[in-house]
């Protein structure tokens, strides 16, 4: 066998392997480094290591009550994904992460640009931009509702009785909450562009466009990639709003009298399917958290992999 | 160095905010391992008070301040302590299930309909020939399993029905004499709403269908259909399928409603009105409601009164009014003996002590206890009085509704897209959400 590296064995910088012990002890902060990394630790563990693990143990068990939950394998799986009011949600999710991705950062952007064009009032604006992020879910959404329908009544319809209504009131909605935030983000990267390089791009005759595209958003590229994961993993993960704004109206009946709740988001369904029936389908809905973790999981490190690759090395 | 000791203190901040949060949430992720040793955790909880304690976890909003104050008085009197905990409204399902979980869970909780025997019988202590089941004048508000074990003790019934204002119906040049059924419901009530404007009140307050009052439609309202459709006979158990032969009837009281109303049809589905203010302040003359609203109503409206579903079904003259109960007190099985007894001696006091009682009685109208106060509620009044004058007592076979969130959430939202355009494709969807609904929601729970 080889020999491998020992889980705290340390390399300087140069490559030199020290003896693990001595290493270890001679930092003060490496000997007491349990006292301050322990209680993080045990946090981590109680509030997110436990829960989830005992997640995916229940996805695989029949359970009213947790402490007496029957294991019964993958039939919860099964009966997720044959749902299909769980592949709609999947989709309708799809789409309104995608399109909310887009919408948010290109807005966000062009208001953190011209923000920082140094604007009389900037700080003003980026105040009052921001301020929609600090008012919770459930509130936006019924507040909204009401404007919407303030408006949408004079037409003698609802955001309750169309999908598309409710769509893109969900669009609307995100957006206006969450473009202050990313353009805190942006501002933020936009400031860090060195200022060299700009007098650099002005002095060898760039125009304003060339400027942007070719100087200003390459160094921000750190920012999108931030931005764009949060926005992304946000539209999946939406649950307040979506729950205050439509609850999934309006439901399509079908002959037979399924149903499918045609504004109802991935959260929603676990939620509804938890909550809205009996104890047989509390472990589909745990088996819909699995998978839906592993989905959000997935696209959010696939999308960071891809934009990484794209940010620039100041 | 004072960067370091800043540093320091912050990384001491963080790390004791991280420990006091932990401090809270390890109790509760120990659950799982120690309710499976229930008893002896609860008897070791219960130390200080050898006789065990009460955990109620309280199904009615509206009931909570008077049990908090009688906790209270039952602390003062025999030393026993009693919570109270209150879900909040259309929470009580995610509560219960969450609390049951809990090394302390509710030693009382309620289960209120065939649903709720379902899930939780294993969880309820046999009540039959126990000391708060001898204190009861009838049988017609318990909840039995199959094996005929009796899982909940109805300690209050209510009833439903349409709630009226005499003196705007007489202002209107009406008498209550003319409404014993639907053509006469419907001339009186068409009549108020064309004449609204004159008149200066309408016929009926808002029919919102959000959250917060969509149920007095597919909850209440849809009873009717249910109870005509047993046809003299009463459910035991959930039917797996209907046959939505009264759909007409109810139709015709729901058009009524929403047609002849404060609010127009198309403006419902998101809601914001408050049908109770509306009828308070006298703006409208009928309103769809229950006995539970008599003790707000009847300094405003002192004459209200309560009529059946009247719609159109033949030798409705006979109707009464719909009664019945989703309040049924159901004992842990699982708490240790000691706050199982505790818990009796609690609910027995309730219902035998004057005062006690009085107090239930004043938030819950009636209680059907031997020795309970007697009932001050109207609109129960009312109720007895149809049944005086040998009139049917509509059952509440609305509790039969299977998976009845997931139901009713259908069922409004077939019912926006009608109010909104009231075509008979639209009431087709209504007609499938409800009739077919019930058995997709059927087969979902049995299935």
Redesign the interface.
Known sequence: MKKTTPAYSTQDDFGKKKPLQLAFFKNPIRRWFPLFLGPVVIAFVIGFVWPFLQGIWLSLCKFKLISDAQFIGFGNYAKALADPAFRHAFWYTALFAVVSLVIINVLAFTVAYLLTQGIKGSNLYRTVFFMPNLIGGIVLGYIWSMIFDGILSHFGTSILLETKFGFWGLIILMCWQQIGYMMIIYIAGLQNVPGDMLEAAKIDGATKMQTLFKVTIPNVMPSITICMFLSLTNGFKLFDQNLALTGGQPFLIQAGGTTIKTTEMLALNIYNTFYGTNSASQGVAQAKAVIFFILVAGLGLAQLAYTRKREVQQ | MKKRLLALSL?AA??AG??A??GG??AE?K???E??AAEPAQSQAAEPAATGSVYWLNFKPELDDTLQELAKTYKEQKGVDVKVVTAASGTY??TL?AE??KSAPPTLFVIGNS?GV??WKDYALDLTGTAIANELNTDAYNLYDETGKLVSIGYCYECYGIIVNPDLVEKAGHSMDEIKNFEGLKTVVEDIHARAGELGFDAFTSCDMDGSSSWRFTGHMANLEYYYEQEGTTWTECPPTLTGKYMENFKNLYDLCINNSLTAP??L??G?HDAAQEFKDGKAAFQVQGSWEYASYKDAVPNATMIPYYCGVEGEEKAGLNCGTENCWAINAKASPEDQQATMDFMVWLVTDPDASAKMVEQLGIMPYKGAAESTNGFLQDAAEYTADGCYVMNWATNYQP?V??YR??L???L??YN?DQSDANWE?VK??F??????QYQ??NG
């Open positions: 990384t963080l790390a991280l420990l949060g932990c949430g390890s992720s659950a799982p391992e309710s499976k399902s995610q299930n049951m979980d649903a379902k899930d198309n403006e589905a998101t914001g998976n969130d997931a959430a259908t409004v939202a077939a926006n897209q909104a969807q499938t959400a009739v077919d609904g019930w058995a997709v979902e729970v």
